[in-house]
């Protein structure tokens, strides 16, 4: 299976704090998302990202989220002012084009405290 | 509203014990099941994708089959390895994919 890759793993912050998960896509990949899962609950979209826009995103994706591929490899997510319902996984995904399979990460597990 | 539900939320088998778990979805125009496997802590890792009714698709003791409202992941002789959470997730007319909570199968030695 192609390899999606995250880091960091695992991230511990206070609450109000910024922080930025990152994600290396695979290389033939175009077609970038990134989903969370709160503890015991659904995978749940966050936002789809093609041609360094964001084409679709959901009403978890507010003004605190923004995302970037600031250097055409690394696909960012940053949460500007962190809140305790933040605490999920986070997943990154990608695909090659809009009717093939996406791929996901490993995920990065944020704590927000 | 695209939506899918996935039964049981649970599963014990015994090794050997072959049985389905099952995925009910309502969608817009489908244009693409998925099956992935999940391990604790871990990323969704990718099983099949169905994209029209009648479609089957195997893999080792896994195969997974699709009608126009659901779609079985049918295990056969299960290992111990296969235990996992097994999610379903569908695709309608947008680029997210939709999720179920998946099923939670564990299956003794």
């Known amino acids: 299976e192609p390899e999606v890759t995250q880091t960091p793993s695992h991230q511990v912050t206070q609450m109000g704090q910024e922080v930025i998960l990152r994600c290396v896509p695979i290389s033939n990949h175009l077609y970038f998302y990134w989903y969370r899962q709160i503890l015991g609950q659904k995978v749940e979209f966050l936002v789809s990202f093609y041609n360094n826009e964001i084409s679709e995103k959901s009403e978890i994706f507010d003004d605190q989220f923004s995302v970037e591929r600031p250097d055409g490899s690394n696909f960012t997510l940053k949460i500007r002012s962190t809140k305790l319902e933040d605490s999920a996984m986070y997943f990154c995904?990608?695909?090659?084009?809009?009717?093939?399979?996406?791929?996901f990460g490993p995920g990065t597990r944020l704590l927000v405290l | 509203e695209d939506q899918v539900t996935q039964s049981p939320e649970a599963l014990r088998l015994q090794e050997g014990e072959s049985s389905s778990l099952n995925c009910s979805y309502t969608?817009?125009?489908?244009?693409?099941l998925f099956w992935y496997r999940q391990d604790p802590g871990k990323g969704p890792e990718f099983l099949f994708t169905l994209y029209s009714a009648g479609e089957e698709k195997e893999k080792e003791r896994l195969k997974a089959t699709l009608t126009k409202k659901e779609s079985f992941l049918h295990i056969t002789a299960p290992k111990p390895e296969d235990s996992a959470t097994y999610l379903c997730a569908v695709q309608g007319g947008s680029e997210k994919l939709v999720f179920g909570k998946g099923t939670k199968l564990t299956v003794n030695p």
């Open positions: 969608v817009s125009g489908l244009r693409g």
């Open positions: 995904g990608a695909r090659a084009s809009r009717q093939e399979t996406q791929y």
